[in-house]
């Protein structure tokens, strides 16, 4: 099989894809790319790749992928052999789960952060901004099942697209209030094939 290649930034949530890959044992290139120092931006290189400079990207078979969901789909799909697919079952949950986690749940995340820049010009946001922000960890606290995935008995690519937003909640300081967020955190981060990605990945949010 022809080396992936994954345009890897710094602090991003491309360290889901690096993730998902060394799960399932994939032979992969990172090609890096660090944040500006003062603005926290991707740099121009990008650009490069694909014309809205964003991050991740993956290359296969020389076809450039974007949008994380769909990076993580495809491989699942073309590599996986079953690893990390959801059970017939459970397909519609596991594709709505797919996109919340870059839709719904992203929006709130990405305000606060836009936000938290412009100083008191947008304190009259910030109440509804923190009650989308709590309402979306709690749905997420309340759908993680018993076995503790979001989807099935077993790991899938929700899990894998929804660790950013738990792992966000956790970052916030929101641990003790949404226990089972932080404990499939927890449980992610665990797993070596994770660690096997931070390592690769480098600095990722203090993890």
Do not use: C
Not at 88 to 108: I, N
């Amino acid at each position: 099989m022809m080396s992936l290649i994954v345009h890897h930034l710094n602090n991003s949530r491309s360290q889901r894809v690096l993730w998902l890959l060394e799960e399932l044992g994939l032979p992969y290139e990172i090609r890096s790319y660090q944040r500006d120092a003062v603005t926290n931006l991707a740099p121009a290189e990008l650009k490069a790749v694909h014309p809205l400079g964003k991050s991740p990207l993956l290359e296969d078979a020389g076809e450039v992928i974007q949008e994380s969901a769909a990076i993580v789909q495809h491989l699942i799909d073309r590599y996986g052999q079953g690893r990390f697919a959801p059970a017939p079952a459970d397909a519609l949950r596991h594709l709505q789960f797919m996109h919340f986690a870059e839709g719904s749940a992203m929006t709130p995340i990405l305000l606060q952060l836009y936000t938290s820049r412009l100083g008191e010009a947008a304190a009259p946001l910030h109440p509804r901004i923190g009650e989308q922000l709590q309402s979306h960890f709690a749905y997420l606290e309340g759908e993680l099942r018993g076995s503790g995935h979001f989807v099935g008995d077993d790991w899938t690519g929700a899990d894998v697209m929804l660790s950013f937003p738990a792992e966000i909640a956790v970052m916030q300081g929101q641990g003790d209030a949404f226990p089972k967020l932080h404990a499939f955190v927890a449980a992610v981060h665990a797993r070596p094939a994770w660690q096997r990605a931070r390592e690769k990945g480098g600095a990722y949010y203090g993890f």
